[in-house]
Structures are given as structure tokens and as C-alpha cells.
């Protein structure tokens, strides 16, 4: 495509989920509702563990984190989109979508690290139990979280540092209810073969990288268990399954 039909953006167009305004009716009483439970749950969740000196400990500081980072995720797209189903067009800036690619991939990725952090944190409390709480203490469980934290910062910059400055043509609307990349991508100038393929593997190394922590833990785990006895194999295999799919997620 030619450097002359290149123009400056300011905002998009979201298609939104439906064209319906029975259904998107139905859709902002639906999405509303898990919003404010899920906000309210984490809420729930953060709130006890802070006033209960009982759970206090390791497993709770980063369950209570995991809390937090799950409200961050549920508020980077849900508001905007629960807005845009009573309202056409559905328009969003360009400093707005912006900033959705960086918290998507921002805080995405932290919530993976937190599921390996706790896979961590499950195997020191199995494998080394007499040495649990002088290894998984304040200091370095706050390392923890910072460091998922940084290295989650890190890769959110990389990705939108990739696209913020592209060429953009055409029409700007995106076949999606938020500014994701692929479908930003779409909409370049350019040729972005090789920009998709490097979008793809830097979000692949964060994605594989935790599921082979995270089944590394838990194979370490099982073996432990396993030698202990059946039934703690499977409360092991258990906590494991339910922690898997969202790390592929």
C-alpha cells in the first residue's frame, strides 16, 4: 500500500460484540452483573485476608495478589465494553486502545506469573515443609511479585512499543468489542508478516515459559506426594488440573 494514503489516527471504531439492540440490551445487563461480582469477590477475598491475622502467610499474600491482578484484568476492556453496548458508534482513542494493549499484555501476563509463583509456593510447602517459612519469607515473597510484576512491565512494553508507532491506512475499525493487536496489526500500511511473527513468539515464550514452570512444580510435586501416599497424589493432580488451563488460557 502506498506511503500517501498513510494517515494520522486519532481513534477507532469497535464493532462490538452484536448489531442487536435487543441482544446488546441483554449483553450490558449480563456482562455488568459478572462485572461487579467478580469486582466484588476479589474485593471479598483481599478484604479477609487483610484483617484475618490467620491467614496471614504465604500462600494468602499471594492469593490476595492474585485477587488484585484478576480485578485489573476484568477492568482493562469489561467498562468500555459494558458502555459501548448502550451507545453507537463505538468509538475508542488512539491513546485509549494504546493503553488497552499494554494492560491486556501487562497484567495477562502477570496473573500467569502469579499462578507459577503459587505453583512455587505449593511445591516448597510439599517438598521442603521443615524449611517452608524460612524459604518463602516477606522479603523474598515480595520479590516475587515484584519481579512478576517487571518482567510483565517488560513485555507489555515491548509489545506496544511494536505497534504504536505503525503506519495505519484505511478505515480504523476493529472486528472486536477492544484494541487487540492482531487486529490493529490488520490495519497497517506496511507489510506486517514479520512483525505478527515476532507479536506471536514474544507473546509464546511468555505462555510456554509458565506452563513448563508450572508443570515442572507440579511434576516435582506429584513425585513427592506420590511417595507419601495415594491420596495426596490426588489432591496434588487436582490443584494442579484447575491451574493449567488458565496458565494456557
Known amino acids: 500500500m502506498e506511503g500517501g494514503n498513510q494517515s494520522v489516527v486519532s481513534e477507532f471504531v469497535l464493532w462490538g460484540l452484536s448489531h442487536s439492540q435487543n441482544l446488546q440490551l441483554f449483553l450490558f445487563m449480563m456482562f455488568l452483573m459478572i462485572y ?9 477475598v483481599m478484604f479477609l485476608i487483610a484483617i484475618d491475622h490467620n491467614l496471614h502467610s504465604p500462600m494468602y499474600f499471594f492469593l490476595a495478589n492474585l485477587s488484585f491482578v484478576d480485578m485489573w ?3 482493562v476492556t469489561t467498562p468500555k465494553m459494558i458502555a459501548d453496548f ?11 486502545c494504546m493503553c488497552q494493549v499494554f494492560f491486556d499484555h501487562c497484567v495477562g501476563a502477570v496473573e500467569m506469573m502469579m499462578l507459577v509463583v503459587m505453583a512455587y509456593d505449593h511445591y516448597v510447602a510439599i ?10 519469607n516477606l ?3 515480595t520479590a516475587l511479585v515484584l519481579t512478576s510484576w517487571t518482567i510483565s512491565f517488560m513485555h507489555a512494553m515491548s509489545q506496544l512499543l511494536a505497534v ?7 478505515h480504523m475499525e476493529i472486528d472486536s468489542f477492544f484494541c487487540d493487536i492482531p487486529l490493529i496489526i490488520k490495519l497497517s500500511c506496511t507489510d506486517y508478516h514479520d512483525l505478527d511473527i515476532y507479536m506471536n513468539a514474544n507473546c509464546g515464550v511468555v505462555v ?5 514452570l508450572l ?29 493449567m488451563p488458565t496458565s494456557q488460557w
Open 139 to 141: 522479603k523474598r515473597c
Open 164 to 170: 504504536v508507532h505503525l503506519p495505519l491506512c484505511g
Open 86 to 96: 448502550l451507545r453507537e458508534p463505538k468509538i475508542i482513542s488512539c491513546a485509549g
Open 127 to 136: 517438598c521442603k515443609p521443615l524449611h517452608y517459612f524460612t524459604i518463602m
Open 215 to 243: 508443570l515442572v512444580s507440579y511434576m516435582y510435586i506429584l513425585f513427592t506426594v506420590r511417595q507419601s501416599s495415594k491420596a495426596g497424589a490426588s489432591k496434588a493432580l487436582s490443584t494442579c488440573s484447575g491451574q
Open 36 to 44: 461487579v461480582l467478580t469486582l466484588s469477590g476479589n474485593s471479598i
Open 208 to 212: 510456554v515459559s509458565c506452563f513448563i
Open 73 to 75: 484484568l476484568s477492568s
